[in-house]
């Protein structure tokens, strides 16, 4: 698989307005914060990358008794995260070899990052490492394989070539949790609707999805081109789009 180089990315990644609407508040973290009042709680968001979730999270988590930690193998990433959040130990490395001692998090968050990771099972073997038992590790990422009509796909189509070289498919990531003592409850959020290319043209514009920096340059003109020329024959054109999204709530035992 290819990999991604975020010090070009980090400058526009907080750009796409998408990354910014969906943030909502953790309901799984909420649980586990109700169910745990007597201790502090050690959370951690893996591949934190700009901050974005660790930001909305202590604004809304604000009087609770969390220590807030971040770790992203971005250095240009993790800049942009400074600048956002005060307050939290957010250190650069890999999620290959943590930077931590066994059994120190009650809480892991890991948004749209797993496909990124080149040795997935020492990744999943070193974030086991690091919870506690009983502790929640909540993976969250797009879900490619039920989603063929994606804008992005559509477009571009070696970025499906490409993303399917990455990404695991949803059972595979159940059964490599299960293999390791977890009990994993998984859910899914799909949608299917017209959306106006006019819309989706700046998100391509900016490049800021991981897959359009990993197809050629020529495939990534060519997409462009064609959305370009969509919109001149029609201004308000619209396509079939689809999405959907995977959580993996996973308890050690
Ligand atoms: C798509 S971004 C997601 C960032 C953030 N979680 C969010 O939701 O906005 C993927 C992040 O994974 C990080 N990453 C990629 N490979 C990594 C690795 N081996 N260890 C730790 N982080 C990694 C990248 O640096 C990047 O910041």
């Known amino acids: 698989m290819k990999t991604t180089n975020y010090s070009t990315i980090a400058a526009n990644y907080d750009n796409n307005q998408f990354r910014i609407d969906e943030l909502k508040l953790d309901y799984d973290l909420m649980d586990y914060v109700e169910q745990h009042t ?7 968001d893996l ?4 901050g974005l979730y660790l930001e909305k999270q202590i604004q809304l988590f604000k009087g609770k008794n969390i220590n807030w930690y971040g770790l992203d193998a971005s250095k240009e990433m993790l800049n942009k995260a400074k600048e956002k959040v005060e307050d939290v130990n957010l250190v650069h490395g890999y999620v290959e070899k943590l930077p931590y001692n066994s059994g120190v998090f009650d809480y892991i968050s890991n948004n749209y ?3 990124h990771y080149e040795d997935k099972e020492k990744a999943l073997d070193e974030i086991t490492r690091v919870l506690k038992v009983n502790g929640i590790y909540k993976l969250h990422n797009i879900a490619i394989h039920d989603m063929p009509k994606w804008w992005v796909y559509y477009y571009f189509p070696t970025a499906y070539e490409e993303d399917i070289k990455r990404f695991w498919k949803k059972e595979l990531v159940y059964q490599k949790l299960i293999e390791r ?4 409850n998984l859910k899914m959020e799909y949608r299917m609707e ?3 290319v006019k819309d989706y043209f700046h998100h391509a514009e900016n490049r800021d999805i991981s897959v359009l920096t990993l197809i050629s340059d020529k495939d990534y003109e060519d997409g462009l081109m064609r959305m370009k020329r969509d919109l001149q024959l029609d201004p308000s054109k619209k396509i079939t789009n689809d999405f959907a999204e995977v959580f993996w709530v996973s308890k050690k035992m």
């Open 38 to 44: 007597q201790n502090n709680i050690e959370m951690l």
């Open 47 to 50: 591949s934190c990358g700009t």
């Open 113 to 115: 990052a797993f496909h």
């Open 181 to 184: 003592g977890f009990k994993v």
């Open 194 to 196: 017209e959306i106006a």
